[in-house]
């Protein structure tokens, strides 16, 4: 664990902005500030880097106001795009790559690809087959829809599909490189039983699609080597966990760059966790690297896992954009915030407390309490989290408190105007309690043993 949490720093909520950690000392009672997570808005880049409506000049030909000129964009010398009376050719065929051998994902399932629609799932299949070769635009997928593709409606369907497959698959992290993504084809009249032609292709190239995936797929690779695939899931889970915050480092400095092109780093994103930022700091990213890295090396260890985007803070007025991941442990759906566990404090033994707080930090079982005091919660643990006695620390000299109440606050669909957020309100309500944090550690689940407790074993993952 690298990042550096200071002393009595705060910062603008939804501007990266930290959640400050309340300390209370005693015997004299002081408050400062112990820096927790940054948190920032997901801002997904741009879907689109062009729309075509047919009433627009394309590549080749170009359409009169009166519709009268035929328009052609031809992308694969069977495509005729044209409008009005005319339809497409009669002989177009999907032209698709072959599935890509970088792009790796072992999840058992996809949880968002589940829970749009079916003319969604179209429309998110169609994505994620042109990307297969990210490395040219001319491929491209037709997809048949019923709504008019020129209004609203289609346009939300669309941008629900694709942050549906970007949440479910964090290995296409390059689409944080671009403004635009993706285009669509489509003719302004329906077909003759009411339906809609959509063409859907790359509208950007990866330009370094083979040395960054084989880096990604290299250091995930090495972290996987490291983690005992031989025990239970949840045991997996926490040793994933604990692996992933002592790895990386808190960018703060791309925080601090909220609202400007920053939201195209690959700090926003797992090849940030995993390999680097767009600087080239190693293992560096803000909250939505850290949980999309936890959530697809759960993957890559078979485990149901999933994010979502928010906000968190102190209360609900200050709360600021945020994103945490939620697992599935036998049918039970747990919420873990990464960001917010990684903690490492910087303080002065003489300052006021100072001597608590280094006794607090120097206890290994005291000190992990706190750095998985947001792990495996319910959603209504960590939508108004409180926390209790355990994460007060006593001592001869007196006493520390470390945490102080939160907030995390999941978009809805009244959110979208503003977060265009479309995917969040989907994501699933956690009700586990079988795995916590305590039970995992108590042997609740572990290999070979039973959810009751009872392992048959003594080794059990703990705490180093």
């Avoid at 010398?77 to 009005?84: E, F, M, P, S």
């Avoid at 790796?104 to 990307?131: C, T």
């Amino acid at each position: 664990m690298k990042r550096k949490n200071k002393w009595l720093r705060g910062g603008q909520p939804g501007k990266g902005a930290k959640r400050a950690m309340t300390l209370a000392v005693a015997l004299v009672y002081t408050t400062v500030s112990l820096t927790g997570c940054s948190i920032h808005t997901e801002n997904i880049p741009k879907l689109f880097g062009r729309f075509f409506n047919m009433n627009e000049s394309l590549e080749s030909g170009s359409i009169s106001e009166d519709g009268e000129k035929k328009s052609v964009f031809n992308l694969n010398k069977g495509l005729d795009i044209t409008v009005g009376r005319e339809k497409w050719d009669p002989d177009y065929k999907d032209l698709l790559p072959e599935k890509s051998q970088l792009f790796i994902n072992n999840a058992p399932s996809y949880y968002y690809y589940g829970q749009i629609s079916d003319e969604e799932r179209s429309l998110y299949d169609a994505l994620f087959a042109v990307a297969q070769d990210p490395t040219t635009k001319k491929y491209h997928k037709r997809v048949t829809i019923t709504v008019d593709p020129d209004g609203e409606e289609f346009k939300e369907e669309l941008t629900r599909a694709y942050e549906a497959m970007l949440y479910d698959h964090p290995e296409l992290f390059w689409f944080r490189q671009n403004e635009g993504n993706f285009q669509y084809f489509y003719e302004k009249k329906p077909t003759d039983d009411g339906t809609y032609d959509v063409v859907i292709k790359l509208s950007a190239v990866y330009e370094n699609y083979e040395a960054e995936m084989s880096a990604f797929n290299a250091a995930v690779q090495e972290f996987m080597a490291g983690i005992d695939l031989s025990r239970s899931q949840p045991e997996i889970g926490l040793q994933i966990h604990d692996k992933l915050i002592d790895m990386l480092t808190y960018d703060d400095d791309l925080a601090d760059r909220f609202e400007t092109d920053s939201s195209y780093d690959y700090g926003y994103s797992a090849y940030g966790a995993m390999v680097a930022n767009s600087s080239g700091q190693p293992h560096t990213c803000v909250c939505d690297g850290y949980s999309y890295a936890y959530q697809y090396l759960l993957q890559q260890a078979g485990i149901v896992a999933t994010r979502v985007g928010g906000r968190a803070g102190d209360n609900a007025e200050t709360a600021g954009s945020h994103s945490w991941n939620l697992i599935q442990y036998d049918g039970e759906w747990y919420e873990v915030d990464p960001t917010w566990n990684d903690r490492d404090p910087e303080y002065d033994e003489n300052q006021q407390g100072g001597s608590i707080i280094s006794q607090a930090v120097a206890d290994p079982s005291f000190w992990s309490r706190i750095r998985h005091y947001q792990y495996n919660l319910t959603t209504d643990q960590i939508r108004n989290y409180a926390p209790d006695d355990r994460y007060t620390y006593y001592s001869e000299a007196g006493y520390a408190t470390f945490l102080s109440p939160s907030v995390h606050i999941r978009d809805t669909v009244e959110d979208i105007p503003v977060t265009e957020d479309y995917i969040s309100y989907l994501a699933p309500v956690a009700n586990g309690t079988t795995y916590t944090y305590e039970n995992i550690l108590a042997g609740v689940g572990a290999a070979g043993g039973d959810p009751s407790g009872e392992t048959g074993s003594e080794d059990v993952y703990t705490e180093e």
